[in-house]
């Protein structure tokens, strides 16, 4: 019972900066003034990983954030040779664009370090992605595209690039959406994740999904488990943002 209570807290994703899906840039905006936070956990059968994002809203169009990625819980034998880097120290930037209020589009890059698979070696860990979001009318929910490239120690071995996709949708407006992504490619981190989101009062969501290996790219099956807190928006005229119907946010 105690094992597989473990494996459920700790059910692995690519984990990239800024607010996400799972894996895939949710491409919203951050509250300027506000810190956003997720904490996402996961396992396989090879191993088990903590992955920790922190974001501040700088300006309307712009965020700043520092992210501890790959931080292991266990391993089943030597992590893969083709793996991120493990237990890296990144810092973001993103930029936001919202033209209108059904399209949004977000630029971004993150940099740091971590350690080359089971050695004490640092390598360079460097991210980049572009990403649309459109919002469908009524409970149609919302949908996001996008490419992303970056360092082996960032993406793991195979081609260096790919494509990002991911949706959510109402099932329980502001209370039960399905969520899922997809981190498109060949790489050590192309993976799906579909699952549900709860939300919790006014600022938190619990996500839970399952991960299937991108085709062809020789991951593993596995889960993923994620806790997001999403910063309140301003009283209108406070001067702190603006109010914001965004989806993840539960109304009173």
């Known amino acids: 019972m105690r094992r597989l209570l473990f494996l459920l807290l700790a059910l692995p994703s690519a984990a990239?900066?800024?607010?996400?899906?799972?894996?895939?840039?949710?491409?919203?905006?951050t509250v300027q003034g506000?810190?956003?936070g997720q904490v996402?956990?996961?396992a396989t059968g090879e191993g088990g990983e903590v992955n920790t994002t922190l974001e501040l809203g700088i300006f309307k169009w712009l965020e700043l954030g520092m992210n501890l990625f790959h931080m292991p819980l266990y391993?089943?034998?030597?992590?893969?040779?083709?793996?991120?880097?493990?237990?890296?120290?990144?810092f973001n930037a993103n930029v936001y664009f919202s033209p209108a209020e059904w399209f949004a589009v977000e630029l971004g890059t993150q940099g740091g370090v971590g350690f080359v698979p089971n050695t004490t070696a640092l390598e360079p860990?460097?991210?980049?992605?572009?990403?649309?979001?459109?919002?469908?009318?009524?409970?149609?929910?919302?949908?996001?595209?996008?490419?992303?490239?970056g360092t082996r120690g960032a993406i793991?071995?195979?081609?260096?690039?790919?494509?990002l996709f991911g949706f959510e949708l109402p099932?329980?407006?502001?209370?039960?959406?399905?969520?899922?992504?997809?981190?498109?490619?060949?790489?050590?981190?192309?993976?799906?994740?579909?699952?549900?989101?709860?939300?919790?009062?006014?600022?938190?969501?619990?996500?839970?999904?399952?991960?299937l290996p991108s085709p062809y790219s020789g991951n593993n099956f596995g889960g993923v488990l994620e806790l997001t807190y999403v910063p309140t928006p301003a009283p209108e005229g406070e001067g702190l943002g603006h109010p914001s119907d965004r989806p993840q946010q539960r109304p009173d």
């Open 171 to 211: 099932l329980v407006e502001h209370y039960l959406h399905a969520q899922g992504d997809w981190v498109i490619g060949l790489n050590a981190v192309s993976v799906a994740v579909v699952g549900v989101v709860v939300f919790i009062g006014k600022n938190f969501q619990l996500s839970a999904g399952a991960q």
């Open 75 to 90: 391993h089943v034998g030597d992590l893969h040779a083709e793996s991120p880097a493990s237990s890296s120290t990144t």
């Open 34 to 36: 506000r810190l956003f």
């Open 156 to 163: 793991g071995g195979g081609p260096p690039a790919g494509g």
């Open 40 to 42: 996402q956990v996961g």
């Open 16 to 29: 990239f900066a800024q607010e996400s899906l799972f894996n895939v840039p949710s491409t919203q905006e």
């Open 125 to 149: 860990v460097i991210y980049g992605w572009a990403t649309a979001r459109f919002e469908a009318p009524g409970r149609f929910g919302s949908y996001v595209f996008g490419a992303y490239t």
